[in-house]
């Protein structure tokens, strides 16, 4: 299996632009997660999605919007980029438990905005 | 503890050696905790868990420990290798409810393991 699949690996924008980072999962895990991780830094929540065409924000998600058509595919939207978006993204998914569970992360997204 | 900084805590081990990586976390009503490696360009990957009503845990070389008395979890490598070398996180999450599997994750424990 090829668990949670991330596109691109790495992306230069420059201020203003706008870019899609594409997460795919072949799990059927329902929940699903998008994280950025600054240099030295933890992995902070930007959105989740409970299900197909459910989404809330996290600890930090000024900036970015995400949708959620299908449960295999979570992509995050950024419409006017900034320096401050300069980090690495990691989506992840995980299957709905009462009892706590693992999420899976995929490969990350490293971003520069310039 | 949580304090938030540039430059995480480093451990440096010679192979063969124990490691013992620490985490204070957060949240007193955290139920389960995981314990993350990530490598060099690559995404976290699970290593082991625990749920709060265990205090101890134990996988392949590694052992978890949890004090939820002061809100501690440790990660336990035993015969440390080269390719043990990696960046270390704690996670931390409520089960149930409205939590829907969200992780709060700690700063992390850079390991470097010296051949």
């Known amino acids: 299996n090829a668990g949670v699949t991330q596109t691109p690996k790495f992306r230069i924008l420059k201020i203003g632009q706008s870019m899609t980072l594409q997460c795919a999962q072949d799990?059927?895990?329902?929940?699903m997660y998008w994280y950025r991780q600054d240099p030295g830094m933890g992995l902070k929540l930007i959105y989740y999605s409970v299900g197909a065409g459910i989404t809330d924000k996290g600890e930090v998600p000024n900036g970015y919007n995400v949708s959620r058509s299908t449960t295999e595919d979570f992509p995050l939207r950024l419409e006017l980029a900034a320096p401050s978006q300069t980090s690495v993204y990691f989506c992840a998914s995980s299957y709905s438990s009462k009892g706590g569970t693992e999420a899976f992360f995929g490969q990350g997204t490293r971003l520069t905005v310039v | 503890g949580e304090s938030v900084g540039l430059h995480l805590p480093t451990l440096s081990v010679q192979e063969g050696d124990n490691s013992i990586i620490n985490c204070a976390y957060s949240?007193?009503?955290?139920?389960?905790f995981i314990w993350y490696k990530q490598e060099s360009g690559k995404g976290p990957q699970f290593i082991i868990d625990i749920r709060s009503n265990m205090d101890k845990r134990q996988g392949q070389r590694v052992t978890v420990l949890l004090n939820k008395t002061v809100k501690h979890l440790s990660l336990q490598i035993a015969a440390t290798q080269p390719g043990d070398s990696a960046v270390y996180f704690c996670a931390e999450n409520i089960s149930g409810g409205t939590s829907y599997g969200k992780l709060t994750f700690g700063q992390g424990t850079i390991l470097t393991v010296h051949p």
């Open positions: 949240n007193s009503a955290s139920d389960y």
């Open positions: 799990m059927n895990h329902n929940y």
